[in-house]
């Protein structure tokens, strides 16, 4: 790496920032795309700016907070997962499956839809390490996969979950806060600890930044491989539960399309399609952003079908930042 000649003088913030100097740059740049979308919907929505309105936008945060947390480790490590909405819908069905049908306590329950994903989660890994098919591929295929299994075990129907307690994991608050989003703040602390602090979270960035070097440096690439796939497994599970505790019932039907929100959250958050880049704060912002576009929409009456349209909008701007990022890295 280079330093500065003596008496040079510094480059000035713009250059700093395009050349990609500062991983601040992105949030700066995600807080402002914030601000102009809360500047908009306030203008157009007196009940956008409320204390109420914020309170509901943090309701709907945590499903796809806590999913993009694995989607942002695979990936930084190279892959994708596409089979995180299927798994989070199985993860609810087996749940109301045996709490409704086969009389089984309600945590026992959860604990066996959570099982579920785990084996998702592992198969993927299998599918990626071990047989070397192309993440999108397979994942591709354990979306419809499982998908399919929610509703054969349903017969496509849907089973109501009325148990008190573990309603409160969907609808709780303490002191006001909804208890999903503390759950998913603290799952961000330790996640972004886990990437900044541990040796796991930096073999993530060497695998996804450079597989051959990775393996030639001694990093156990198939094992942190699998190891990111069950993470996504399990969070995707865990936003399924939380999604079946708040509507008080669960679906085959739940989460469709949800990998493609995830995915938009995560890439316009700064996390690099082609692995090796992104940051878990960066992926939070991009939530925020998706669910207040999503709420800012509702209040102002645009039709559902629009609000598709928008989400699609968004998911090509993440992937055209997203190139603009990578093309700036090329010519630095």
């Given amino acids: 790496m280079t330093t500065p000649t003596a008496g040079a003088p510094a480059p000035n913030l713009f250059t700093r920032l395009r050349t990609g100097g500062y991983q601040v740059s992105n949030a700066v740049s995600l807080l402002a795309i914030y ?65 409704e049908k086969a009389g089984i306590p309600i945590w026992v329950a959860a604990a066996a839809g959570m099982a579920a994903a785990v084996l998702v989660g592992v198969l993927n ?33 849907t089973n109501q ?69 069950i993470i996504s497994g399990i969070l995707a599970g865990f936003g399924g539960l939380v999604s079946v505790s708040q509507l008080a019932a669960a679906t085959p039907q739940s989460a469709v399309g949800l990998e493609f929100t995830v995915i938009a959250a995560v890439v316009l958050g700064g996390t690099s399609l082609s692995g090796g880049k992104g940051t878990l704060i960066g992926t939070l912002m991009g939530v925020i952003i998706l669910r207040t576009l999503d709420n800012g929409l509702i209040l102002i009456g645009v039709s559902s079908y629009y609000q598709i349209v928008a989400r699609g909008a968004v998911l090509i701007l993440a992937i055209g930042l997203d190139q603009l990022r990578t093309r700036w890295a090329q010519q630095r």
């Fill in 35 to 99: 601000l102009i979308i809360c500047i908009v919907f306030a203008a157009l929505s007196p009940y956008f700016l409320t204390v109420e309105n914020f309170i509901n936008i943090g309701r709907t945060l945590p499903i796809i907070g806590i999913i993009a947390i694995g989607e942002t480790l695979v990936l930084i490590a190279g892959g994708v997962d596409l089979s995180v909405g299927s798994v989070a819908a199985l993860t609810g069905v087996i749940t109301g499956l045996l709490w």
């Fill in 125 to 157: 890994g299998t599918l990626v390490t071990r047989m070397r098919i192309n993440p999108l591929i397979s994942t591709l295929a354990t979306l419809s996969i499982i998908r399919g299994l929610a509703f054969v075990l349903t017969s496509a129907s």
């Fill in 161 to 229: 979950i009325t148990h008190p307690g573990f309603l409160q994991l969907g609808r709780g608050a303490i002191a006001g806060v909804p208890i999903p989003f503390i759950l998913m703040v603290m799952l961000y602390v330790i996640f972004v600890f886990v990437l900044r602090r541990t040796p796991f979270g930096r073999d993530l960035y060497a695998i996804g930044g450079n597989p051959m070097a990775a393996r030639l440096a001694g990093i156990a690439s198939r094992r942190n491989i699998m190891a990111v796939f």
